[in-house]
């Protein structure tokens, strides 16, 4: 690092910090190979970039050659030091995309342009538009439009313009909002209608596009063989040659702009005429000469005047060597690496189109950092002053030694202690006040940082703080924040460690010395006085888990070890413990698993380990046809449907309705659980909204739960406007008694935010008498804005007798049992004890005072130790009343559902449609990639039955499919668990019932129950001529 103390921003303004973000095998690191050989400083011999995969340096990443985390290296070009992330596109790992994207201020996304858009593509993009990166377009594997596809250069020109469509389209939806998840994004499918090259090449640019080749931010590469170029580089070249300005011809290099060789003029396609046989000047001057010279190389009959003519106009200094290579690829590789760097292109636009750190920090500071709204005026005024201040150096980057240091530590890794970088003696060199070594185990841990705000140096002290650290909260905060000691930081080049006695803001770095103080991720600062980064946001959940234990018991202290470290290392890893009692580790998916348990095996642990099946969640909800809603909402709002059961004291009786919400509306409430914790959360004291940190507010100056308030009322509408038969004075009232009961929200549950409503019960119905209702408030209604103040008439006060005032304070006092009652119930099920889902509940509690009760010794009650009990039963009653209304009506299990994306040669359609039949697959639709041998199924798979998915594919398919998983959305099995033949019909079918076997609802059901030691109603034997029965069940 060079001291130019004068202008310590000159020094600033020249970095960059990028990240390569992609769907998987896109060609990420084959890239990032060139990127290294060509300005990492040597770590990379250009021979063998490409295929090194350099950033791949764990034996799991080559074994299987896909990335699995990203890692960083600091490259050199023309004057830029640029710090390069390398990311996997592997669904399993998106968590190291979000690591990464934090770090970078530019993201390079590649697509593959015979693979076109995939999931994971969409996904990079809400990631990089989230952190607000600002993205280069990258079109790799250009080669195989010429090699494999044979495409014609117009032909390839289509596709290649459909791709930077599709790919607007993509970001375009994300910035209005219109998609909520990526599964959204992809089954809206390619962005307008595209069916054919005529209206993909009217589709003049928009100016709104972010990705446009004319403005330089596309780049069209084949990373394999080392070359690619911008509009610029062609435009430059032809300027003088067409007697044209750089500019112009950068202008009209893409799109239908049309050279009329006569007259020496850039036409519009009416202009030019001539039917279909005019080329777009991107056509004519870049990929026709581009096909000349690969077919004059590999084609047998080729003109290998061409390669001549190529090195000769471009003045290329080719070694004559390697022209006559016998292997014409290699002759290829070279000229080609020659004449249109690959390194060149690339780094040229990054220096170009992204920001350095000082641009970015002031345009990311929102994500990063988003301002806080004091709600709670006593606060320390110099605090906030100098939180104030701290945010604004962030903002400016500010480097100098005076500014306040900040640094995010977005994931910490673990590297084996004799990967660190060791002296001429073969020591590991140490920083100084470090210790030797790192407690008893042989790896250390190391943070993946950037520093934001002023100098880090090793040996500071800095102030480690988590995520929920508030500065200006004084004293309960302690437990937020800790001291540390920075023992060395090191620049990474990949696997290797540089070490360094600085680094200024802007700078990524790997920071030694804090394994024992952060988990994952944490912000570090020279001054108390600093809020946290907002959190990172991940694609998905850790969802598959499974519970472990060491296969000898002795060892399960090194088990316990070795789960802490894994859960330390590895940045997207649950690790918790189940109600029973079992370890259970959670991971995004069965490649992530399987590296883990590997992980554990082999360096955190060393014991062999006992992996159980993988542990699925379910949820459990009623059976509901959305045509019947009115009906639904008349019934639920006081009909005579419920279920009625009484305290064991006969002083509540407490009566349940149920009604199952509509689909969209539980979907809203699932997607927004976190907005919904932070809205109903608020109660609790907090001092400023930090709604902006929960959700990425991509709109930003809307209102959350304003947001929040019309998806709500979008879903009920939706679902009102699907009914069958729906005049306008049906639907009309439907929505008001929709209003109304929205407006009577007391609680969601489980948790408090589940998708599952509690109503407050309606005051006009009236009970036994002198009985009292327990009421409740419209507290989440509130909380949502549904409440205008004016309803909510008290009721209560006109009958008040001095009973009924005291049993009146007793029924206010035993609110919060209701809802314990409510919550306790829908986090466990009556089918299996797993969560409810997409339900909605009145409770009517009444108590009635004591003299009407027949236990006349009672007279203890007014002691408040009686009350704990009294409350106690109203729970147990509430929550017993809600899982007995369940049953009575018609419970269903719900699954949680993977969208599937397949691509498989057509040969293999047939296996691969019998996989998907075995795993109770349901395919959504099927396309044929239009120029490729490839065709794309999108399906839905349970996620009970994923596991082993993608292995049995590739065995039957002979590794020709591929399939990616996402977790997509929760569905309800349509059958009845408890099915009994009682028609006819029914009858005939399935015999008198003793001899149904299970249906999958019930296999499912009974499977959970097993396995948490729940009663299991097995079939026993009646006749001994069923004896089959007994049979299938083992
Ligand atoms: N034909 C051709 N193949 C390429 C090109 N670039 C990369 N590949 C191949 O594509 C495969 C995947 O390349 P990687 O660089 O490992 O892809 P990646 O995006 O890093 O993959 P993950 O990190 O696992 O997501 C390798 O077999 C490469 O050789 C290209 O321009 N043309
Ligand atoms: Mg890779």
């Known amino acids: 690092?060079?001291?130019?103390?004068?202008?310590?921003?000159?020094?600033?303004?020249?970095?960059?910090?990028?990240?390569?973000?992609?769907?998987?095998?896109?060609?990420?690191?084959?890239?990032?190979?060139?990127?290294?050989?060509?300005?990492?400083?040597?770590?990379?011999?250009?021979?063998?970039?490409?295929?090194?995969?350099?950033?791949?340096?764990?034996?799991?990443?080559?074994?299987?050659?896909?990335?699995?985390?990203?890692?960083?290296?600091?490259?050199?070009?023309?004057?830029?030091?640029?710090?390069?992330?390398?990311?996997?596109?592997?669904?399993?790992?998106?968590?190291?995309?979000?690591?990464?994207?934090?770090?970078?201020?530019?993201?390079?996304?590649?697509?593959?342009?015979?693979?076109?858009?995939?999931?994971?593509?969409?996904?990079?993009?809400?990631?990089?538009?989230?952190?607000?990166?600002?993205?280069?377009?990258?079109?790799?594997?250009?080669?195989?439009?010429?090699?494999?596809?044979?495409?014609?250069?117009m032909e390839a020109y289509t596709r290649l313009s459909r791709i930077v469509h599709e790919v607007n389209g993509i970001v375009s939806g994300y910035k209005s909002e219109k998609y909520f998840s990526d599964v959204d994004a992809v089954l809206s499918g390619p962005s307008g209608d595209m069916g054919d090259e005529e209206s993909s090449e009217f589709v003049e640019d928009d100016e709104e596009d972010t990705f446009q080749p004319q403005k330089g931010n596309v780049a069209f590469v084949c990373a394999l063989d080392g070359w690619g170029f911008g509009i610029h580089e062609f435009a430059e070249f032809y300027a003088s040659k067409l007697g044209a300005s750089t500019a112009a011809l950068q202008k009209a290099l893409w799109g239908p702009r049309y050279f009329n060789p006569k007259t020496k003029m850039i036409l519009g396609k009416k202009a030019i005429g001539g039917g279909n046989k005019a080329r777009p000047m991107f056509v004519q001057f870049v990929l026709e000469p581009l096909w000349q010279v690969y077919q004059a190389a590999l084609d047998a009959d080729g003109n290998k005047g061409m390669l001549e003519k190529v090195i000769k106009s471009f003045n290329l200094s080719v070694p004559a060597r390697e022209v006559q290579n016998k292997d014409q690829k290699v002759v290829l590789q070279s000229v080609m690496s020659r004449w249109l760097p690959l390194s060149d292109a690339i780094l040229s636009m990054v220096i170009k189109c992204m920001p350095d750190p000082i641009a970015a920090q002031s345009f990311r500071i929102s994500r990063l950092l988003p301002k806080r709204e004091l709600l709670d005026d006593q606060v320390d005024s110099n605090v906030l002053a100098e939180a104030e201040l701290v945010r604004k150096s962030i903002e400016a980057c500010d480097s100098r030694h005076e500014a306040p240091c900040v640094t995010?530590?977005?994931?910490?890794?673990?590297?084996?202690?004799?990967?660190?970088?060791?002296?001429?003696?073969?020591?590991?060199?140490?920083?100084?006040?470090?210790?030797?070594?790192?407690?008893?185990?042989?790896?250390?841990f190391l943070a993946f940082a950037r520093v934001f705000s002023g100098v880090l140096y090793s040996g500071q002290r800095v102030f480690v703080l988590s995520a929920l650290y508030d500065p200006l909260k004084g004293e309960s905060m302690q437990k937020h924040v800790q001291e540390a000691e920075l023992q060395s930081l090191y620049l990474m080049m990949g696997q290797g460690l540089k070490p360094v006695a600085s680094v200024k803001a802007g700078n990524v770095v790997a920071i030694r010395g804090l394994g024992q103080h952060i988990l994952k991720s944490a912000t570090l600062s020279?001054?108390?006085?600093?809020?946290?980064?907002?959190?990172?946001?991940?694609?998905?959940?850790?969802?598959?888990?499974?519970?472990?234990?060491?296969?000898?018991?002795?060892?399960?202290?090194?088990?316990?070890?070795?789960?802490?470290?894994?859960?330390r290392?590895?940045?997207?890893?649950?690790?918790?413990?189940?109600?029973?009692?079992?370890?259970?580790?959670?991971?995004?998916?069965?490649?992530?698993?399987?590296?883990?348990?590997?992980?554990?095996?082999?360096?955190?642990?060393?014991?062999?380990?006992?992996?159980?099946?993988?542990?699925?969640?379910?949820?459990?909800?009623?059976?509901?046809?959305?045509?019947?809603?009115?009906?639904?909402?008349?019934?639920?709002?006081?009909?005579?449907?419920?279920?009625?059961?009484?305290?064991?004291?006969?002083?509540?009786?407490?009566r349940v309705h149920i009604m199952k919400l509509p689909p969209a509306l539980t979907k809203v409430l699932d997607e927004s659980s976190d907005l919904l914790a932070d809205i109903i959360g608020a109660k609790s004291g907090?001092?400023?909204?930090?709604?902006?940190?929960?959700?990425?507010?991509?709109?930003?100056?809307?209102?959350?739960?304003?947001?929040?308030?019309?998806?709500?009322?979008?879903?009920?509408?939706?679902?009102?406007?699907?009914?069958?038969?729906?005049?306008?004075?049906?639907?009309?009232?439907?929505?008001?008694?929709?209003?109304?009961?929205?407006?009577?929200?007391?609680?969601?549950?489980?948790?408090?935010?589940?998708?599952?409503?509690?109503?407050?019960?309606?005051?006009?119905?009236?009970?036994?008498?002198?009985?009292?209702l327990i009421r409740g408030s419209s507290y989440v209604s509130e909380r949502l804005g549904f409440v205008d103040d004016s309803i909510d008439g008290d009721t209560a006060a006109e009958t008040s007798s001095e009973a009924?005032?005291?049993?009146?304070?007793?029924?206010?006092?035993?609110?919060?049992?209701?809802?314990?009652?409510?919550?306790?119930?829908?986090?466990?099920?009556?089918?299996?004890?797993?969560?409810?889902?997409?339900?909605?509940?009145?409770?009517?509690?009444?108590?009635?005072?004591?003299?009407?009760?027949?236990?006349?010794?009672?007279?203890?009650?007014?002691?408040?130790?009686?009350?704990?009990?009294?409350?106690?039963?109203?729970?147990?009653?509430?929550?017993?009343?809600?899982?007995?209304?369940?049953?009575?009506?018609?419970?269903?299990?719900?699954?949680?559902?993977?969208?599937?994306?397949?691509?498989?040669?057509?040969?293999?359609?047939?296996?691969?449609y019998a996989v998907l039949g075995r795993r109770r697959a349901r395919v959504s639709k099927e396309i044929m990639q239009e120029g490729s041998p490839l065709f794309t199924v999108h399906a839905y798979v349970p996620v009970s039955e994923s596991f082993g998915f993608a292995d049995e594919l590739r065995r039957w398919t002979s590794g020709a499919a591929s399939a990616l998983l996402v977790l997509s959305h929760w569905e309800a099995l349509p059958e009845d668990p408890f099915f009994i033949p009682k028609t006819e019909?029914?009858?005939?079918?399935?015999?008198?019932?003793?001899?149904?076997?299970?249906?999958?609802?019930?296999?499912?059901?009974?499977?959970?129950?097993?396995?948490?030691?729940?009663?299991?109603?097995?079939?026993?034997?009646?006749?001994?001529?069923?004896?089959?029965?007994?049979?299938?069940?083992?």
């Open 1 to 153: 690092m060079g001291e130019s103390e004068s202008d310590p921003d000159s020094e600033t303004r020249k970095i960059r910090n990028i990240c390569i973000l992609a769907h998987v095998d896109h060609g990420k690191t084959t890239l990032a190979d060139h990127l290294i050989a060509a300005s990492g400083g040597g770590v990379l011999h250009p021979k063998l970039a490409g295929r090194l995969r350099f950033m791949d340096y764990l034996d799991e990443e080559q074994r299987r050659a896909i990335t699995m985390k990203s890692s960083s290296i600091a490259l050199h070009y023309k004057n830029h030091s640029i710090n390069l992330i390398d990311s996997p596109g592997h669904m399993d790992f998106c968590s190291e995309v979000s690591t990464a994207a934090r770090l970078s201020d530019g993201a390079l996304i590649l697509v593959d342009a015979v693979e076109g858009v995939h999931i994971q593509t969409h996904a990079v993009l809400r990631q990089c538009w989230i952190e607000k990166l600002s993205p280069c377009l990258v079109l790799n594997k250009i080669d195989r439009l010429i090699f494999e596809l044979r495409l014609s250069p």
């Open 408 to 444: 995010f530590v977005s994931k910490m890794f673990a590297v084996p202690l004799k990967m660190l970088p060791r002296d001429s003696h073969g020591m590991i060199i140490y920083g100084p006040g470090e210790e030797g070594g790192e407690g008893e185990s042989s790896e250390c």
């Open 526 to 567: 020279s001054t108390k006085n600093c809020w946290p980064f907002s959190s990172m946001i991940f694609q998905v959940a850790p969802t598959l888990r499974v519970a472990i234990e060491p296969s000898d018991p002795a060892d399960i202290g090194a088990v316990l070890k070795g789960l802490k470290l894994l859960n």
């Open 569 to 654: 290392a590895d940045p997207f890893v649950e690790v918790t413990f189940s109600a029973r009692g079992e370890h259970v580790l959670a991971a995004a998916g069965e490649v992530h698993l399987e590296r883990c348990i590997k992980d554990l095996k082999e360096r955190f642990a060393k014991v062999s380990l006992e992996v159980s099946p993988p542990l699925v969640s379910y949820k459990e909800t009623i059976e509901g046809e959305v045509t019947h809603m009115l009906e639904n909402l008349k019934s639920f709002n006081g009909g005579s449907e419920y279920v009625e059961k009484t305290t064991p004291n006969g002083r509540c009786v407490v």
């Open 686 to 772: 907090q001092t400023y909204k930090s709604l902006e940190t929960q959700r990425p507010s991509i709109v930003e100056d809307e209102n959350p739960i304003e947001l929040l308030k019309k998806r709500i009322m979008d879903a009920v509408d939706k679902d009102i406007l699907s009914m069958t038969e729906i005049d306008k004075e049906r639907a009309d009232k439907s929505r008001a008694k929709w209003l109304k009961l929205l407006r009577r929200i007391w609680a969601l549950g489980p948790r408090h935010i589940g998708p599952n409503f509690l109503f407050v019960p309606d005051f006009k119905r009236k009970g036994a008498d002198n009985c009292v």
């Open 804 to 912: 009924t005032r005291v049993l009146s304070m007793e029924a206010e006092r035993l609110e919060s049992s209701v809802v314990s009652g409510f919550q306790l119930a829908t986090a466990a099920g009556p089918l299996c004890d797993e969560p409810m889902w997409g339900l909605a509940f009145v409770v009517e509690a009444y108590i009635s005072p004591f003299c009407g009760q027949a236990d006349e010794s009672e007279t203890s009650h007014q002691q408040p130790e009686q009350y704990g009990i009294f409350t106690g039963q109203v729970i147990a009653a509430v929550k017993d009343a809600c899982r007995a209304a369940v049953l009575q009506k018609k419970p269903r299990l719900v699954e949680a559902m993977y969208f599937c994306e397949l691509n498989t040669p057509p040969e293999h359609l047939g296996p691969m």
């Open 985 to 1034: 019909e029914e009858i005939e079918e399935f015999g008198d019932g003793s001899s149904v076997p299970p249906n999958t609802a019930r296999k499912l059901i009974d499977a959970v129950r097993r396995r948490k030691g729940l009663p299991v109603e097995e079939k026993v034997v009646q006749h001994a001529t069923k004896q089959r029965t007994l049979a299938r069940k083992v």
